[in-house]
């Protein structure tokens, strides 16, 4: 039973423009979400969170948003650079205290120069 | 090194047999994570150390599976009586908290596991 799901397995974005990647999740309990950035065979490292009691995080190029009632999170990156391109995991922590990360399964993201 | 290390990289064993995977976290890291990912997943929770204790090990999916943190730093999963569906990418990461959130892992390269 996945519960943090990412249903785009691929994007593909020019350089230059806005990337947006999804992330939709099941469980209301989820109390703070995180995206990782993974470049092949390195392991995944951490990009940005939030916590659910904000709607928008942002760091530099990277901006991510919280739709509670709609449990769904997205990552903006702009403007793409090629660089960014790797596989982003959503990442969501089950409760308050908890150590345990539930993971989307991966969007590929891939910036052409 | 500065970051997470893990050992060996690349695994490939006979249906049966037993491997164990090692994990060196970043020096000060009071907490570390076992992951597993499968092909085409992400990655999956398998057990969390805070210290020498297993605090949460609800992730290992059945008594094959075993870990260890005896002197709170380097970690060893073992794995008995692999089987194919063994195969996979094992994941360690450290923290410095206790707490995700507090602060975020940091995952090493991966073990990854293949069973014939």
């Known amino acids: 039973d996945q519960q943090v799901k990412q249903n785009s397995p691929s994007l593909s974005v020019q350089e230059g423009r806005i990337s947006i990647l999804n992330c939709d999740y099941t469980?209301?309990?989820?109390?703070?979400f995180l995206w990782y950035k993974k470049y092949p065979a390195e392991g995944p490292t951490f990009l940005i969170s939030?916590?659910?009691?904000?709607d928008k995080n942002e760091d530099g190029r990277f901006t991510v948003f919280l739709n509670k009632s709609a449990k769904h999170l997205s990552l903006h990156i702009v403007p793409s650079q090629p660089g960014d391109s790797a596989v982003y995991f959503c990442?969501?922590?089950?409760?308050?205290?908890?150590?345990?990360?539930?993971f989307g399964t991966g969007t590929r993201l891939t910036v052409i120069p | 090194g500065a970051g997470v290390s893990q050992t060996p990289s690349n695994k490939v064993t006979e249906k049966g047999k037993y491997v164990e995977l090692r994990c060196d976290p970043i020096s000060g890291h009071t907490a570390l994570y076992w992951y597993r990912q499968s092909l085409g997943q992400g990655p999956e929770f398998l057990i969390y150390?805070?210290?020498?204790?297993?605090?949460?090990d609800s992730g290992l999916p059945n008594d094959r599976f075993f870990a260890v943190r005896p002197e709170g730093s380097v970690s060893t999963l073992k794995i008995q009586r692999t089987e194919r569906g063994d195969s996979a990418v094992y994941l360690c990461?450290?923290?410095?908290?206790?707490?995700?959130?507090?602060?975020?892992?940091?995952f090493g390269e991966g073990s990854r596991l293949t069973v014939l």
């Open positions: 990442a969501a922590r089950g409760q308050t205290g908890a150590n345990n990360l539930f």
């Open positions: 469980n209301s309990m989820f109390d703070y």
């Open positions: 990461a450290s923290s410095p908290t206790l707490v995700v959130g507090a602060g975020e892992l940091f």
């Open positions: 939030i916590s659910s009691i904000k």
């Open positions: 150390f805070q210290g020498t204790g297993a605090a949460d």
